[in-house]
């Protein structure tokens, strides 16, 4: 139970730190991608909640910032919940970096075969306990999902490359299949 609090504390100092990085210095822009990717890791995949401290940041970068996840965030009506495997199979969904361009759309089979995607890295799909998971061709593990923003226009679900710790986010619009 004391590791289990000691972490959440570590990740709740990240994610606070972060934020009053952000609002103090007015960074340069890529300090402040890095800034708030360090807060979505802290809040999102480590503590697996959306602290205070994101949804400030969210707000104030929305206007300054293309980001999908920012603008979700920033928004009233999110909620977080855990990721819900019948809301995935059979639909499309569109495969993004927390900052920036689109980089592939793609659609999850019933099978567990991820269609549609050009990469080796994104081939097939599991739900492991709490989590979503990718896997390359090979079945090796490449990413891992663990948190889901629920938004009236779409889910967002959020994780990270293991290889590289990038995250990225997977962006379910509602009412398309």
């Known amino acids: 139970m004391m590791t289990q ?42 503590m697996r909640a959306c602290s205070s401290h994101l949804v400030k940041s969210s707000r104030l970068l929305n206007p300054i910032v293309k980001s999908d996840l920012a603008r979700a965030l920033a928004s009233r009506e999110t909620r977080v919940e855990n990721i819900d495997p019948d809301m995935l199979v059979g639909k499309r969904f569109t495969y993004m970096k927390i900052f920036g361009a689109v980089m592939s759309e793609g659609i999850m089979a019933r099978d567990g ?51 590289t710790m990038v995250s990225h986010i997977l962006r379910f619009s509602h009412g398309i299949a």
């Open 113 to 163: 075969a991820i269609e549609d995607i050009p990469s080796d890295n994104e081939r097939y799909w599991n739900i492991a306990g709490d989590s979503l998971q990718f896997f390359r061709s090979d079945r090796s593990l490449t990413s891992e999902y663990s948190v889901m923003i629920r938004k009236s226009d779409a889910d967002y679900i959020i994780g990270y490359f293991k290889k």
């Open 5 to 46: 609090n000691l972490r959440e504390r570590r990740y709740s100092d990240a994610d606070e730190i972060g934020y009053h990085a952000l609002i103090r210095s007015s960074p340069h822009p890529r300090l402040r991608e890095h800034l708030y990717t360090l807060q979505v890791h802290a809040s999102l995949i480590g």
